[in-house]
């Protein structure tokens, strides 16, 4: 059962799925839960709040949502959940990498995003209140045309951001480089090659054989991959592989070394030196983090002050 912090429910790990499984349509609908520490994930997450509010700690900027908020991020990034107020309820829909290349964007926009932005929309008025409670109900139903149908009809909404007022929140030091949205080819070739690291990341692959899955040369493989998403082949491959090493960690009985070698690193000084860099901490100090209880967050103080 969940912990509840004043009212409000707290995160907990060992319960996720969804930094297990990278092409994967997850979704959660319910109170969201403040985070013991940031996570992370190879889904592109979308979020919609119905009511109260939540408030996020992104890489290098915060996010506070409110009811009636849409926002699109990239989970690859480490993201986390700081506050919530006692009436909060959202949904969040984590799509696989490539349903985020099928979005009409802006290519800007889409860089920024893949590099760490947030998108948020609030169109008072709008169905959106309806329509996501529909799309929740198509893919928790698991029913493929309903499921496929919910995803088609969401993206179109995504799109549509574009055309209204919208913010885009991003850390002021991003360097920013000349972005290319993926063409039909491009987009079929994202897809194969996303779909194989995707089934083989825990295992010894590189750069050639990637390619050779997708047909297409070496050099022309990373090369779109890196145009197109900001990251190199070898840096997708380590997301997976530290995302996959995340769930374990979250187990009660997680062995760093064992966790190592099961996420497809080759050695524990690899795997310390690469989650490091993206958690800022060791796998280890990671685990600990997740078993100590959150503390109040600041904000409720506050809230009991005014009151």
Request: neutral net charge.
């Amino acid at each position: 059962m969940d912990g509840k912090i004043a009212g409000k429910r707290y995160w907990e790990p060992a319960k996720s799925t969804v930094e297990k499984v990278p092409n994967s349509l997850v979704i959660s609908h319910e109170q969201p839960g403040i985070m013991r520490t940031a996570h992370w994930h190879a889904q592109v997450e979308i979020n919609y709040v119905f009511r109260g509010q939540v408030d996020y700690r992104m890489r290098g900027h915060m996010a506070e949502l409110k009811a009636g908020d849409l926002c699109l991020f990239w989970g690859g990034l480490p993201h986390q959940v700081v506050d919530t107020s006692e009436d909060a309820w959202f949904v969040a829909i984590h799509l696989p990498l490539v349903h985020f290349f099928r979005l009409r964007l802006i290519a800007e926009i889409q860089q920024k995003l893949m590099r760490g932005a947030t998108l948020i929309a609030h169109q008072p008025g709008s169905a959106d209140d309806l329509d996501f409670n529909r799309w929740s109900q198509y893919i928790r139903s698991g029913e493929e045309k309903r499921v496929n149908h919910a995803v088609d009809e969401l993206l179109l909404r995504i799109e549509r951001i574009q055309f209204e007022p919208y913010r885009l929140l991003e850390d002021p030091g991003q360097p920013v480089t000349p972005a290319e949205a993926p063409d039909r080819t491009s987009f079929h070739n994202i897809g194969r090659i996303c779909a194989f690291i995707t089934d083989n990341f825990r295992h010894d692959i590189d750069s050639t054989d990637i390619a050779l899955s997708a047909d297409i040369h070496p050099k022309y493989a990373m090369s779109v991959f890196k145009k197109s998403t900001g990251m190199t082949l070898n840096e997708y491959v380590s997301l997976l592989r530290l995302s996959y090493a995340q769930a374990l960690l979250m187990q009660e009985d997680a062995n760093v070394l064992r966790v190592a070698m099961d996420s497809g690193f080759g050695s524990l000084s690899a795997f310390t030196k690469c989650f490091r860099k993206i958690a800022g901490m060791t796998p280890s100090d990671f685990r600990q983090r997740l078993r100590t209880r959150p503390h109040m967050p600041p904000v409720v103080a506050r809230e009991r002050a005014s009151r």
